[in-house]
């Protein structure tokens, strides 16, 4: 039996994931720091137990900010796995790292934070296996599980979504978040932002998808982010145009560190 478990980690409250299928594992996000790169790599041996397909866990990143992947290293050390991301994620990730671990050393608010990151940016960086060439892996095989990778921008240039057709599921990285209003930086294109969510939504199955950040949102709420980026695609001259947050009606656990299963 397929187990998903989604996890919730400060800062920035960033959401990570183990999928453990009958014959393998693949952990969806690293984390921002080294020990929550640790910490998901254990939480994913331990739900996979003395499973038949022990061997390396594999890890899957969404994009290059530092938020989903500066716990990368760590967790390929205690895994042994690969880390499959899209190719721009392999070409520009030492580069990002300079630049996030800079701002973050630079910015009060983070300086704290960052002090528990390592002072050379290439202790962060990894091997990549790129996905999305016609060479490369486009999906593994979990067992009675099927992960699709499909490689999309918009969010940053390194945008990669993991679709779980017999589940309904995507993890959707940043392109989509919940609570705090979508973040479009520097790497940010709109209107290629705008067709990752039409792509998104033309997956047939899907019902349920995981945010870069916040929690689990249905079809209705993806919608209307689309309309809310493609409205500020259509305005991005005037400056006071900002994305609004949305959130999930209902009842939802928010509290951080936390850990959500989804089946
Ligand atoms: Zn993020």
Redesign the pocket.
Known sequence: MTTISVFSTDP?S?NCAVITGSTGSLIVDAGPFPAAGRRLAARAAQLRGDSPGAGGIDLVITHD?W??CFGAAALLEATAGRALASSSFAADQEASAWLALDSLRHDPATAEFAAELPDDPGELVVDVTPVGSTSAPDGIDLGDCRAEFHVLEGHSTSDLVVRLPEFGIVFTG?LVEEGDPP?AGADAALSRWVDSLHTILEFPEAEVFVP??GVPVDRGFVQRQLADIDGMRHRQDDTEVALPARTMPGDHDRSVPREHRLR
Do not use: F, N
């Open positions: 920035a960033v900010h938020d989903h940043d973040q870069g950040h």
